[in-house]
């Protein structure tokens, strides 16, 4: 079984990035999904935008539908991701998602689809890309090898960021000359642009090869005991957490409300808030993705949290566009490091039998507080206005980063360092 002490000794491969660049499994699934989030774009804007027409309360069920459900079926469904064969899961929940905006884009070439079928078609795309993102988290250890994981997450979270720069503007540009009905289908081809990729990675071994069955309560508490037991990833789940809710608020609404009050640059403005906070993760993915290995990784984590915190409280302070564009960067830059981190530690540390269960728990923790961030944002823009709102996220970042300094338990951090994926299946043997 795959634990902390089991990485501390063993040898990184030679040149990680030869590794993994010459993996053809990787390549495939990295320029799948990379088509696959840019085809998002199309989807996503398209329903919301036949959504707002029908007024800003449409909108908001219509979010609410999408994103609520995420979190529940994570929890749900890790043990599943555990019983069956992970890309398969993949492949279906893609197929799913694939023929649902076929299908909506088509009838939106005839007439704009009622409401009620919009929002029947965010909860099942939400539900089954809920599932989806379960199923690959826990797929890319068994094509990666543990010591090129850092790297791997890093071009993964690089070639999004590439999506967000170009998805909105070109989803945009589409519904602007076609309406909504061509930019759905769309959506929909990108999604079988991932199922063709996904079919074409080799291989076989793609069950966790879990112990027999014993009902859902039984293997879920499993994974919730693997995860209690290890306090680091228990602290790890709370970071996110607090990156969430401090973040969530931040991207979906305060920079919206600060573009349009506080630097009075309209649509504009906020769409460059955007792009240069999009550029910054970029560039930090990439440099990261440029080390071979990072030890000390506590050490990352806080100064990942302590930068994004104090880029946060530097911006509710500016009040032009170019302070306010510097800031966003900074904010933009600081917040891979964290989150690659993080996620790779999951990936090292978590056996493969039970990462569905573990990943399950994980999501949700990381993703339940999304909701309350939102509506304590707009209570206290509302009270107290948009800049003092930022300010508080900033501070609240700034201080799960002090603490982390003095959380005994993830100085087992600095130890995780992945064995290969086949010697974990000699191990096995």
Do not use: C, H
Not at 7 to 32: H, Q
Not at 107 to 119: D, F, G, S, W
Not at 133 to 148: G, M, Q, R, Y
């Amino acid at each position: 079984m795959s634990s902390l002490s089991n990485f501390a000794g063993d040898p990184p491969p030679l040149n990680p990035r030869r590794t993994l660049f010459a993996n053809r499994d990787f390549l495939l699934l990295l320029g799948g999904r990379g088509a696959s989030e840019l085809g998002d774009f199309f989807g996503e804007l398209a329903l919301s935008w036949v959504a707002v027409s029908n007024g800003l309360a449409a909108l908001s069920l219509n979010l609410i539908l999408f994103y609520v459900p995420r979190s529940l079926i994570r929890l749900y469904a890790g043990v599943f991701v555990d019983r069956w064969n992970r890309r398969n899961i993949m492949i279906a929940t893609e197929t799913i998602r694939g023929v649902l905006f076929a299908g909506i884009g088509f009838i939106n070439l005839v007439e704009i689809p009622p409401l009620p079928l919009i929002y029947t078609v965010s909860f099942l795309v939400g539900l089954f890309g809920a599932l989806f993102e379960l199923a690959n988290e826990a797929l890319l250890p068994l094509i990666v090898e543990k010591p090129s994981l850092l790297l791997a997450n890093s071009a993964f979270t690089a070639t999004f960021q590439v999506d967000n720069i170009l998805g909105p503007a070109l989803a945009g540009f589409a519904i602007y000359l076609f309406g909504t009905g061509i930019p759905l289908l769309v959506d929909s081809i990108s999604f079988f642009v991932l199922v063709v990729a996904l079919l074409l990675i080799r291989g076989s071994n793609w069950l966790a090869n879990s112990p027999r069955r014993r009902g859902w309560y039984p293997e879920f508490k499993e994974g919730l005991g693997f995860f209690r037991q290890k306090r680091e990833l228990v602290w790890l789940a709370i970071i996110v957490s607090v990156i969430n809710f401090g973040l969530a608020a931040f991207w979906n609404l305060y920079t919206l409300v600060f573009a349009r009050d506080v630097l009075l640059a309209g649509s504009a403005g906020w769409g460059l808030l955007g792009l240069t906070s999009a550029l910054g993760i970029l560039l930090g993915s990439v440099l990261i993705g440029r080390r071979k290995g990072i030890q000390r990784r506590r050490l990352v984590i806080v100064l990942s949290l302590l930068s994004t915190g104090i880029g946060l409280v530097f911006f509710s302070f500016t009040r032009d566009l170019l302070s306010s564009l510097l800031a966003i960067l900074v904010v933009g830059f600081a917040i891979p490091f964290s989150d690659i981190v993080i996620v790779t530690l999951y990936q090292e540390i978590v056996p493969r039998e039970l990462m569905g269960r573990v990943f399950g728990v994980r999501f949700f923790l990381a993703y339940m507080l999304i909701p309350f961030s939102l509506l304590f944002g707009f209570a206290v823009t509302l009270a107290f206005g948009v800049s003092f709102a930022i300010l508080v996220s900033g501070l609240l970042i700034m201080s799960i980063g002090l603490i982390t300094i003095f959380v005994r338990s993830l100085s087992k951090l600095d130890l995780a360092r992945g064995t290969g994926v086949k010697g974990e299946r000699e191990e096995a043997a």
